[in-house]
Nanobody
Framework: QVQLVESGGGLVQPGGSLTLSCAVSGTIFGYVVGWYRQAPGKQRELVASMQEGGATNRVESVQGRFTISRDNAKGTMSLQMNSLKPEDTAVYYC?????????WGQGTQVTVSS
């Protein structure tokens, strides 16, 4: 069973930056990698995803601020978050999926506050 472990969350001031990382126990080659977030009282939403070929998709609210990346050789994915806003506060989850599998990490808290 594949396992995903996130790291890198924390408390940051508005305008600051954080990088989230996710280590996968198996290969990520051929899978879609993604980052989701869930704020209190809200549904989990897709933040950004990247296909094997490099095509990316990001929610409009993070365009120009967040960058998703993947390293197939290391079995990792990352989310670089810049110009953070209070509304980015949420638990962030990494996800690995294809037509047969959808696996999740345990989540990491990101809090943007002064």
């Amino acid at each position: 069973q594949v396992q995903l472990v996130e790291s890198g969350g924390g408390l940051v001031q508005p305008g600051g930056s954080l990088t989230l990382s996710c280590a996968v126990s198996g290969t990520i080659f051929g899978y879609v990698v993604g980052w989701y977030r869930q704020a209190p009282g809200k549904q989990r939403e897709l933040v950004a995803s990247m296909q094997e070929g490099g095509a990316t998709n990001r929610v409009e609210s993070v365009q120009g601020r967040f960058t998703i990346s993947r390293d197939n050789a290391k079995g990792t994915m990352s989310l670089q978050m810049n110009s953070l806003k209070p509304e980015d506060t949420a638990v962030y989850y990494c996800n690995l999926r294809d037509s047969r599998l959808s696996a999740w990490g345990q989540g990491t808290q990101v809090t943007v506050s002064s």
